[in-house]
C-alpha cells in the first residue's frame, strides 16, 4: 500500500470517525395509536381489524410507521394479517446512508418464508425462529421507503395478542456531517483573521491565514511521509542516505521563474486589496464560518486578488523548500531524477488500474440496477451470475496489475470485457421491460390503495356501494395480481406489465364509481352569490402582496369562484382540494381531535392552505414561500365568515 492509500484511508477513518448514529428500537412492543373494526363484507358483523400504531423516531430525523389489517375468513378459523411499514426519510439529513431496518414476525405466526408474501421482497433473512428479515435502503433525504408483506395463520389475532407480540422494528441509520469534526479549528482560524484585519486588512488576513494552514498541513504530510519511508528503509535494510534522497525527490532548476511568478501573484493580490474600494471592512464574528464565508465573497475582485495572493504566497514558500532542500542536500539533490523505465512503468500501472476502474463502474451501474429490480420479485438470476463473474475477473486483473504483470493483467481484463459486452444489448432491453413492469405494478397498488380508502369513506358516508363491491370482488385483485407477478417471474415482462396497467384500469372505474356516490352525499344547498360579491371576498386576499392566488371551491370538488394563475387547471384544483379537506377530515375523526379548521401544505415554493366554510366549501389560499402564516389564517377565518353569511342567504 503507498503512502498515498495510507493517506487516504486514515482520512477516511476520520471522517467516519464520530458520524454514525444508530438507532436500536427493536426490540420495545409496539403501542397501539389507533384500532378499528371493520365489515368488509357488510354483512352486519365485524371481520376485519385495522390497527395503526404510534411512529418510531430512529434518530437523524427518520420515522417508521406500522399499520396492520388482519382479516377472519368465513369460517373463522383462518387469519389474514397484513403488515405495512412505511420508513419515512423525507426529513433526513442530506447525508444519511445505510438505513437497514430489521423486522421481527412471531413464531406462532409463521415458520418459513415460503409462509409469508413479501413486497418488496426481503434484502436477507437473519434469524429462523423468531423469524428476521431486514432490508436494506441508501437516501439522500427526499423521500421514503414502503414495505408491506402478508400472512395467513390459525391464531386467534386480537387487541391483546398483538399488544403483547407485536415489536417495534430496528432500525439503524448511518449519518454523519465530516464538517462538524472541524468546528475545532475554525475558531482559531476566526480568531486570528479577526486580529490581523485591522493590520493588513480582511482579504490579505484571509488569505495569509489559510497559506500558513496549508503550509502547516504540508509540513506535517511530509514529516509523516518521512516516518513512513524511513519504516521501509529500515524493513529493506535500505542505506539511510539514499532513502534520504529518494525521499527529497529532484530538485527543480527553474526557481527564478516561480519567484517572478510567485512575486507578481502578490503584488497583484495586494493591490487589488488596498487599491480598490471594499464594501467588506470589518471581519464577521470570530465564531461564524458561515458569516466569513458570505463576507468573503461579497466583493468577488477582492475575494480572487485574495486567491492570487495566496497562490503567490505557495509559490514563493515551495521555490525557499527547495533552496533549503538544495543547500542541505548538495549536488546530489539536483542531479537525482526518475529513471525512464521507472517512468513508463508507473504509467502503464495507472492506466491499467483506470481502464479496470472504469468497467468496473460501468458493470456496477448495471448490477444495481437488477438487483433493485430482484428485490422487487423479478427474475434476473442468469443476468446476475454473469456480471457477478464480469467482477470476479476484473478483480484478478487489477490483483495482476498489481504485481506488475500487465500481460496476465490485460488478458483478464479483455475476457472479463468480451463477456460483459456479449450480455450487454439483452440485458439492457430486459431491465427495460422490467423497470415499466414494476412502475405499472406501483400505480396499481396506489390503485388498489384509493380504492380500500374509498370504500371507508362511503361508508361512513352511507353512500351506496354494493355494485362497486361486486365489481371489486369479482377482480379478485389479490389473486390477478399473483398471476401477473408469476408472469414476471417467467421473464414475460411485457405481458405482467399488460395484466397490471388491465388491472389498474379496472380499479380506476371502481374509484370514478366510488367517488361520485360519495360526492353526492356531500352536496350542500348553498344560496346562490353573484361573481362580484366572490370577488370583493377574494380581492383583498390576493392584493395584500402576501397571498398569491386564492380559490372557492364546493365540498363535492366544483369550482365555484377563483383568482388563480391562468396556467393552473382549475377543475383540478377544485377536485383535489375538496378531496384533501376530505383526507384531513376522516383522520381527525378516526383520530378523535374534532373539527378541521384548516389544513396546510408547505413546498420549496410557498404555503398552500385549505379552510373549511362551515362544511359548505373550501377557502384556498396559496401563500409565498415566506409568507405569514399567521396573516393569512386570519384574513382567511375574516373571509371564511363572509363567504357564510352569502351562501346562507343572509
Not at 13 to 36: M, R, T
Not at 100 to 110: F, T
Not at 226 to 253: E, H, N, S, W
Request: proline share 3%; hydrophobic share 45%; net charge negative.
Amino acid at each position: 500500500m503507498t503512502s498515498a492509500r495510507l493517506a487516504a484511508f486514515a482520512v477516511l477513518l476520520l471522517l467516519l470517525f464520530g458520524c454514525v448514529n444508530e438507532s436500536n428500537l427493536f426490540p420495545q412492543k409496539e403501542k397501539i395509536a389507533d384500532y378499528k373494526e371493520l365489515d368488509t363484507n357488510a354483512d352486519g358483523d365485524v371481520d376485519s381489524w385495522s390497527y395503526s400504531f404510534e411512529p418510531a423516531n430512529a434518530g437523524q430525523n427518520v420515522t417508521v410507521t406500522r399499520t396492520m389489517l388482519v382479516s377472519e375468513t368465513d369460517n373463522g378459523s383462518i387469519y389474514s394479517v397484513q403488515t405495512y411499514l412505511l420508513l419515512n426519510t423525507s426529513n433526513a439529513s442530506a447525508s444519511s446512508s445505510n438505513i437497514v431496518l430489521a423486522e421481527l414476525i412471531s413464531a406462532d405466526l409463521a415458520t418459513s418464508p415460503s409462509e409469508i408474501s413479501f413486497e418488496p421482497n426481503y434484502t436477507s433473512q437473519t434469524g429462523e425462529r423468531p423469524l428476521v428479515f431486514e432490508w436494506k435502503f441508501r437516501t439522500s433525504g427526499t423521500s421514503g421507503q414502503f414495505i408491506t408483506y402478508s400472512l395467513s395463520t390459525s391464531n386467534k389475532i386480537d387487541r391483546a395478542w398483538i399488544e403483547d407480540n407485536v415489536l417495534t422494528p430496528s432500525v439503524s441509520v448511518s449519518a454523519g456531517n465530516p464538517l462538524e469534526l472541524f468546528s475545532p479549528v475554525f475558531s482559531p482560524f476566526l480568531n486570528l483573521v479577526a486580529s490581523l484585519t485591522p493590520s493588513l486588512g480582511f482579504y490579505p488576513a484571509v488569505a495569509l491565514i489559510v497559506a500558513i494552514t496549508l503550509v502547516l498541513a504540508y509540513l506535517v504530510w511530509t514529516i509523516l511521509r518521512l516516518i513512513y519511508q524511513t519504516v521501509l528503509a529500515i524493513k529493506d535494510r535500505k542505506k539511510f542516505i539514499d532513502m534520504v534522497y529518494d525521499f527529497a525527490g529532484p530538485g527543480q532548476k527553474n526557481n527564478v521563474q516561480y519567484i517572478i511568478v510567485g512575486a507578481v501573484l502578490i503584488g497583484l493580490g495586494l493591490a487589488s486589496a488596498y487599491l480598490l474600494p471594499s464594501a467588506a471592512a470589518q471581519a464577521p464574528a470570530p465564531t461564524d464560518i458561515g458569516a466569513l464565508t458570505q463576507v468573503y465573497a461579497a466583493n468577488p475582485i477582492k475575494a480572487f486578488g485574495s486567491l492570487l495572493l495566496l497562490l503567490g504566497i505557495l509559490a514563493i514558500f515551495f521555490v525557499l523548500e527547495d533552496v533549503i532542500k538544495g543547500l542541505a542536500l548538495g549536488k546530489r539533490y539536483f542531479e537525482a531524477v526518475r529513471a525512464p523505465a521507472e517512468l513508463a512503468r508507473a504509467i502503464r500501472e495507472s492506466e491499467m488500474l483506470e481502464h479496470i476502474e472504469h468497467n468496473r463502474d460501468e458493470v456496477g451501474q448495471m448490477l444495481q440496477k437488477i438487483e433493485s429490480l430482484a428485490a422487487a420479485g423479478f427474475n434476473f438470476e442468469d443476468e446476475l451470475a454473469v456480471l457477478q463473474a464480469v467482477i470476479g475477473g476484473l478483480d484478478k486483473a487489477e490483483e495482476k496489475a498489481m504485481k506488475k504483470d500487465y500481460a496476465e493483467a490485460r488478458g483478464l481484463m479483455v475476457e472479463a470485457r468480451l463477456k460483459f459486452d456479449s450480455s450487454h444489448a439483452a440485458t439492457l432491453k430486459k431491465i427495460a421491460a422490467a423497470t415499466k413492469a414494476s412502475t405499472a405494478l406501483a400505480a396499481l397498488y396506489s390503485a388498489k390503495s384509493d380504492v380500500d380508502v374509498l370504500f371507508i369513506e362511503a361508508r361512513k358516508l352511507g353512500a351506496t356501494v354494493a355494485e362497486a363491491k361486486g365489481k371489486y370482488a369479482d377482480l379478485e385483485i389479490d389473486e390477478a395480481i399473483g398471476k401477473a407477478k408469476d408472469l414476471a417471474s417467467e421473464g414475460r415482462f411485457d405481458a405482467a406489465e399488460k395484466e397490471f396497467v388491465k388491472l389498474k384500469y379496472e380499479l380506476d372505474l371502481i374509484v370514478a364509481s366510488l367517488s361520485q356516490s360519495t360526492s353526492k352525499k356531500k352536496v350542500v344547498k348553498m344560496a346562490q352569490v353573484s361573481e362580484a360579491k366572490l370577488d370583493a371576498v377574494l380581492k383583498p386576499l390576493t392584493s395584500s402582496g402576501k397571498i398569491d392566488a386564492a380559490a372557492i371551491v364546493r365540498r363535492d370538488g366544483l369550482m365555484i369562484y377563483s383568482r388563480l394563475p391562468a396556467d393552473v387547471d382549475k377543475n383540478v384544483i377544485a377536485a383535489m382540494s375538496a378531496r384533501m379537506m376530505d383526507r384531513a377530515e376522516m383522520v381527525s375523526s378516526e383520530l378523535k381531535r374534532g373539527d378541521v379548521r384548516y389544513i396546510m401544505a408547505e413546498s420549496t415554493l410557498g404555503k398552500i392552505i385549505a379552510m373549511d366554510v362551515e362544511g359548505m366549501a373550501v377557502l384556498i389560499c396559496m401563500l409565498k414561500p415566506k409568507g405569514d402564516l399567521g396573516f393569512a389564517v386570519m384574513n382567511m377565518e375574516s373571509a371564511a365568515r363572509t363567504l357564510t353569511s352569502l351562501f346562507e342567504g343572509e
